[in-house]
Structures are given as structure tokens and as C-alpha cells.
């Protein structure tokens, strides 16, 4: 397997070189930019198989360099920095789609972690072999093209939206609770906050459903968790 390259978009150079130096440490290539304007050059420019991305940045902050990257590349995958609860908040409820974020002060462990789990999913991914077609209603899942298509429009979604919904359309009608879903779809047991799985439905919906506060597809378990509709 080739050299995973990751773009480290931080200004605080004692953050970044720390970064890079355990980043490269466990193998991965690291390019470094040290402001939002010059990390969005090098995201849309360059080759890279993750960002981690500061949310305070000189030049443009993080929230518009993810924003940026989105409308061009839906599918790598986005780690937020991020120093503050409120700015949390704001991760959760972004409409963009960051896959996942770390806060600061972060042991490097755990980010090297996140860093791994969110690779081997883009890995796994590209591996999958399955060319199968599922439909539930005017939806339909393409799992060899990552596609999925809403009355044959081809419906925008990030990696990890497409793979949530594969995982519940692979047995239809079964309800997986949250931690289920964190584990199984995010791929770590022990970091993860639940509520990344709320916002990441609700995500969904606005994308899938006719009426998201009505939602026919993927249904709601009260109490318990999510399934998608047979
Ligand atoms: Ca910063």
C-alpha cells in the first residue's frame, strides 16, 4: 500500500511540528500549511488522503477551509482541531460535513488513533468489491460506485453519511443503538461522542428524505437507536 499523505493545516508551529514528527513517525507523508489560505491551496492542489484541519486560523479559519474543500472534494476525510467546547457545538452542526474532530490539549495516541481509524475506512472502501444495487423506495444505493441516488438524481454525500446509511441498509429493519453505530461506522470503540451520530442522521434525512421531520427511510428507535425503514 502507498505512503498515506496527510495535509496538517495548524498555525501554532510547536502543534504542527509536533504533529508531523509523530505523523511521519508512524509512516505517513506530512505537508504542512500553516494558514487557512495557503491549507485550502495545498487541499485542493495537492494529492491527500486526510486533512486535519485547526479551527482558529489566520488568513481564512477553518470552518470556511472545510466548507471550500467540501464543494470540491466530498470523500477525504476531515479531522477538526479544535480548543474550545463551543466551537464543538458548531462541528456538530455543521451542515459541511468534518468527519470527525479532536480537542485540544489531544494526546497524541488518541490522534494518531483517529487519524488510522479514518484512513482505514477510505481503505476499505476503496478494497470493497461488492457491485450490488439496493433500493428502499426511490432511493437507490450503488455500494461499488459510493452512489446513491433520490428518483434517479444523484443524491451529494460525504463518505461517511454514504457509509452510515450502507451499514443500515445492509440489514434492513435492524435497530443499532448509537454506540453501535460509533463503533461499527466511525471504526473506534472508546473516543467517539454519540452525538456525532444524531447530527450525521440528521444530515442524512435533509439529503434522503421527502420530509426530514417525517422520515420514512431511516427511522428513529425511541430510546434505543436508528434502522433503516425495509
Ligand atoms: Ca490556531
Keep these: ?27 505517513y507523508e506530512v505537508l504542512c500549511a500553516y494558514d487557512g489560505g495557503d491549507g485550502l491551496n495545498k487541499a485542493l492542489n495537492e494529492s491527500v488522503d486526510l486533512i486535519l484541519l485547526d479551527v482558529m486560523l489566520p488568513v481564512m479559519e477553518g470552518f470556511d477551509v472545510l466548507k471550500k474543500v467540501r464543494e470540491v472534494k466530498q470523500n477525504v476525510p476531515i479531522l477538526m482541531l479544535t480548543a ?29 488513533a483517529r487519524v488510522k481509524a479514518n484512513l482505514r475506512r ?9 457491485s450490488e444495487i ?15 441516488t433520490k428518483n434517479s438524481e444523484i443524491v451529494e454525500l460525504t463518505l461517511r453519511e454514504f457509509e452510515l446509511l450502507k451499514f443500515l441498509s445492509a440489514q434492513p429493519g435492524m435497530v443499532f443503538s448509537r ?31 421527502d420530509d426530514p421531520a ?17
Design 1 to 27: 500500500m502507498s505512503t498515506k499523505k496527510i495535509l496538517v493545516v495548524e498555525d501554532e508551529k510547536p502543534i504542527s511540528d509536533i504533529l508531523k514528527f509523530n505523523l511521519e513517525k508512524s509512516g
Design 84 to 112: 474550545r467546547e463551543e466551537e464543538v457545538d458548531k462541528i456538530l452542526g455543521l451542515e459541511w460535513g468534518a468527519d470527525d474532530y479532536i480537542t485540544k490539549p489531544f494526546s497524541m495516541r488518541e490522534l494518531l
Design 122 to 130: 477510505t481503505v476499505s472502501e476503496a478494497e470493497a468489491v461488492a
Design 134 to 148: 439496493a433500493t428502499f423506495g426511490n432511493l437507490a444505493i450503488n455500494y461499488s460506485r459510493y452512489e446513491v
Design 179 to 209: 454506540e453501535m453505530l460509533l463503533e461499527k461506522v466511525w471504526g473506534y470503540e472508546y473516543f467517539g461522542d454519540v452525538r456525532t451520530v444524531d447530527v450525521t442522521i440528521r444530515r442524512l434525512r435533509e439529503k434522503i428524505e
Design 214 to 230: 417525517h422520515p420514512l427511510v431511516i427511522m428513529t428507535k425511541r430510546g434505543i437507536g436508528y434502522y433503516l425503514n425495509k
